[in-house]
């Protein structure tokens, strides 16, 4: 099992959604969660299997399958949950993006953060 700490925006945004979900994260709720979090980008079903399963192997998910449901015509949901590395990454990813944040508002100005943030809540809202 490889193991790498750095992590691309994308898989950023799938950690996340695995973070914000808990015990509700499996394929379909995850995809869900990115698009929001990734607004206005169009975001495929199948690349975020794609990097569910690379950040498995990297040791920062594990996954397993509930029992079968009626409501899923008896097939069983792929369960997803952050391990300790991948909540680690995520954290270090956060850490970093705040420090880009902050020296953002320093150069372009306080007045800009806070009107690009009050945009963008409305916009997520």
């Known amino acids: 099992m490889a193991q790498t700490d750095s992590l691309g925006q994308f898989e950023q945004l799938v950690l996340t959604a695995i973070l914000?979900?808990?015990e509700d994260?499996?394929?379909v709720s995850i995809?869900?969660?990115?698009e929001k979090l990734a607004q206005p980008r169009a975001v495929s079903l199948g690349a975020v299997y794609v990097t569910l399963d690379r950040l498995e192997?990297?040791?920062?998910?594990?996954s397993w399958l509930t029992d079968p449901?009626?409501?899923r015509g008896g097939r069983a949901k792929r369960c997803y949950r952050l391990e300790?590395?991948?909540?680690?990454?995520l954290q270090e990813?956060?850490?970093?993006?705040?420090?880009?944040?902050?020296v953002i508002a320093e150069v372009w100005g306080k007045e800009w953060a806070?009107?690009?943030?009050k945009k963008w809540r409305k916009e997520a809202g």
Not at 57 to 62: C, N, P, R
Not at 84 to 89: K, Q, S
Not at 114 to 117: I, T, V
Request: glycine share 10%; net charge positive.
């Open 20 to 22: 914000s979900l808990r």
């Open 25 to 27: 994260a499996y394929g």
């Open 31 to 34: 995809h869900a969660q990115v």
């Open 57 to 62: 192997d990297k040791g920062m998910v594990s």
């Open 69 to 71: 449901t009626p409501e």
């Open 84 to 89: 300790a590395v991948g909540e680690r990454v």
């Open 93 to 102: 990813s956060a850490v970093t993006a705040k420090r880009i944040w902050d």
């Open 114 to 117: 806070r009107q690009w943030g």
